[in-house]
């Protein structure tokens, strides 16, 4: 799957190293094409609630998806 650039995406699996949880939304900022492989790859900042950049990291486009509207029932 292509993503956007500086699309929002959410991570689908946890980079402990990096504090990284799955579930976590960051931003794209880059794309990577390596000739051969099939999968592509993202940089991606992960922000804290403030603004400031916590970590930026290059993943395969399996471990990221789009956010999903979902509706809140009352």
Same mark, same amino acid.
């Given at each position: 799957?292509?993503?956007?650039?500086?699309?929002?995406?959410?991570?689908?699996? /946890?980079?402990?190293?990096?504090?990284?949880?799955?579930?976590?939304? @960051?931003?794209? $900022?880059?794309?990577?094409? %390596? +000739?051969?492989?099939? /999968?592509?790859?993202?940089?991606?900042?992960?922000?804290?609630?403030? @603004?400031?950049? $916590?970590?930026?990291?290059? %993943? +395969?486009?399996?471990?990221?998806?789009?956010?999903?509207?979902?509706?809140?029932?009352?």
């Amino acid at each position: 799957m292509a993503f956007e650039p500086y699309s929002d995406v959410i991570l689908t699996r /946890d980079i402990p190293e990096r504090g990284l949880r799955a579930g976590d939304v @960051g931003t794209l $900022v880059d794309r990577h094409v %390596v +000739p051969g492989v099939a /999968d592509e790859g993202y940089s991606v900042e992960f922000f804290d609630m403030t @603004g400031n950049t $916590v970590a930026v990291v290059t %993943v +395969p486009a399996s471990a990221l998806r789009l956010p999903v509207a979902v509706a809140i029932e009352r």
